[in-house]
């Protein structure tokens, strides 16, 4: 089993008798998607054209190949999918976590974005906003953003902050902050986190907004669901395949205005934080685990060899 780019099974292509499983997280960026305010430079074009050629090769020449979740397995061309399962990564959730108790109401809500990066694939840039805005309706609350600046992206607005400032502004979170000052002065960073603390301080926010623009599936988003997360997202791609509307979580449409609203209901009624908190830990862990997710590998396993012996018989 091979990551596409990292480790890209095509060398290895009828050098070997084993089943060769390629994973590909996504196709291309073409494919993925990428906000035109913050566009690539031409020689990203051109790489971006020859990573989704080097892709598409190794879903017609592996046994097998594995996507994180269905929305990435729908930008590949529908001749090519007939070889592509989905299932995403087992996390090690049994050891830790503890459900949420009712909230604490004689304090301010905590509403917090997490994100590896702060991209604006990852909708930080409208987290800044919604903030800068809930500021303006004077909302009492804490705000948190987990996650490193200046870090490589699903994206290209690093690119774009370099070409825009030559320099004077460091990356994309600082960029945003000098866009929306009010944002901050209240947004609270905590950089990256060792993973024992980054787990402790999602169990400790009351509301996560994750409002996802491109992406394919983001162990974060899993990571903030099994531990009992609160969690807005949008109403499409790969977000609404692990939040059932009103059950486990909430799906919003593109809109500032929804976004807004619901936030206000969700901060007056912590007993609905509290049942979508613990809706998300259970879907979670049952379906993430682990110790659910390794059989299904294993399974996958079996398939690339019986895929591998199907294709040498028909030669």
């Known amino acids: 089993m091979a990551h596409s780019l990292w480790g890209a099974p095509h060398f290895i292509y009828n050098e070997i008798d084993a089943a060769v499983i390629s994973y590909i997280e996504f196709p291309s960026y073409h494919a993925h998607g990428w906000d035109p305010a913050y566009p690539p430079d031409l020689a990203q074009r051109l790489a971006d054209k020859n990573t989704e050629m080097l892709n598409f090769h190794q879903a017609l020449c592996s046994d097998l190949v594995i996507c994180p979740s269905q929305h990435a397995k729908k930008m590949f061309p529908k001749p090519l999918q007939v070889n592509i399962e989905v299932q995403m990564e087992g996390f090690k959730f049994d050891q830790s976590g503890q459900e949420k108790c009712k909230p604490n109401t004689s304090k301010p809500i905590s509403i917090g974005f997490a994100s590896r990066d702060l991209s604006s694939a990852k909708g930080f840039e409208i987290y800044v906003r919604l903030v800068s805005k809930l500021i303006a309706r004077d909302t009492k609350a804490n705000f948190f953003a987990l996650g490193g600046a200046g870090e490589s992206t699903y994206g290209y607005e690093e690119q774009w902050v370099s070409r825009k400032y030559g320099g004077a502004v460091a990356n994309f979170r600082d960029h945003l902050l000098r866009k929306y000052p009010s944002a901050a002065d209240v947004i609270q960073f905590t950089g990256k986190l060792p993973y024992e603390a980054f787990a402790k301080q999602i169990e400790e926010i009351d509301i996560f907004l994750y409002p996802l623009q491109y992406g394919v599936a983001n162990w974060g988003l899993i990571e903030i669901l099994g531990r009992g997360g609160c969690v807005l997202a949008p109403n499409r791609g790969y977000a609404a395949e692990l ?59 079996e398939l690339s060899v019986n895929n591998r012996r199907a294709r040498l018989k028909d030669g």
């Not at 007993?271 to 809706?279: I, M, T």
Request: charged content about 30%; hydrophobic content about 45%.
């Open 243 to 301: 939040i059932k509307n009103d059950v486990n979580g909430l799906l919003l449409p593109d809109d500032d205005a929804a976004w807004l609203d619901a936030i206000a209901d969700l901060q007056a009624d912590p007993e609905r934080r509290l049942r979508y908190s613990r809706e998300a830990r259970a879907m979670a862990r049952r379906n993430y685990s682990m110790h659910a997710v390794a059989p299904k590998y294993m399974k996958l396993f």
